[in-house]
């Protein structure tokens, strides 16, 4: 399979423990996105990659969440202290960068349950 | 700050009937993108629209890039139990990168 992947899929955790999810992007792609999805919405911008860089980052995006992307392929989100309205589905996506239109491409997410 | 309304929040069909789905903003983008994502799964491309008026197919599903570019149609034709799913709408500023903003989403029902 030469999607993007996301592991691990689900993520039961205590509210104040630390999780780590991690995105492997399509091979050749060097964007790469993250995106939250709360039950009943769409998904919202959290960050973006571009190679090793992260060019930009949402306000959503609180003090406990980081990112990053050593390597510029794998790329991982943490996030620290977990709150209960952490819980959501959490969202990667990839794309390759061109001076055309890009299509960005979705992992299946990581569901992370607070409890 | 942006943002992207669904209508109708929900629909329940029958087997067989066309369905029509629409996607407004307040702001103008130079991208619509049309998603399906299924339970547990996440977003899967449908239908991408570059230019104001266009209209694109993808097998029994149309879609159109609004004139004014604050809004776009799905059509999804003789609908089967498989199209079952929440579809999303998004919209990007730019055609080269930006975020993907999406809407809430319509939620489809087919009765076999």
């Known amino acids: 399979d030469t999607g993007v992947s996301q592991d691990p899929r689900h993520k039961i955790t205590k509210r104040g423990q630390n999780v780590t999810f991690r995105c492997d992007p399509i091979?050749?792609?060097?964007?790469l996105y993250w995106y939250r999805q709360t039950l009943g919405q769409g998904p919202e911008f959290l960050t973006y990659f571009q190679n090793e860089a992260q060019l930009e980052k949402s306000r959503l995006l609180s003090d406990r969440f980081s990112a990053e992307r050593p390597k510029g392929s794998f790329s991982t989100l943490e996030i620290q202290r977990t709150e209960q309205g952490d819980s959501a589905m959490y969202l990667c996506?990839?794309?390759?960068?061109?001076?055309?239109?890009?299509?960005?491409?979705f992992g299946p997410g990581t569901r992370l349950l607070v409890l | 700050g942006q943002q992207l309304n669904q209508s109708p929040q929900s629909m329940f069909i029958q087997e067989g009937e066309d369905v029509s789905m629409n996607c407004t903003s307040s702001?103008?983008?130079?991208?619509w993108l049309w998603y399906k994502q299924d339970p547990g799964e996440g977003p899967v491309l449908l239908i991408a629209?570059?230019?104001?008026?266009e209209l694109t197919s993808n097998g029994r599903l149309t879609a159109q890039f609004g004139i004014t570019r604050k809004d776009s149609f799905l059509n999804i034709s003789a609908s089967i139990p498989s199209d079952v799913g929440i579809y999303f709408c998004?919209?990007?500023?730019?055609?080269?990168?930006?975020?993907?903003?999406f809407g809430p989403g319509t939620s489809l029902s087919v009765i076999p």
């Open positions: 996506a990839s794309s390759l960068a061109s001076l055309g239109a890009e299509t960005q491409y």
């Open positions: 091979s050749e792609h060097n964007r």
């Open positions: 629209l570059y230019k104001a008026g």
């Open positions: 702001s103008i983008f130079n991208t």
């Open positions: 998004a919209g990007q500023r730019y055609t080269s990168y930006d975020k993907v903003i």
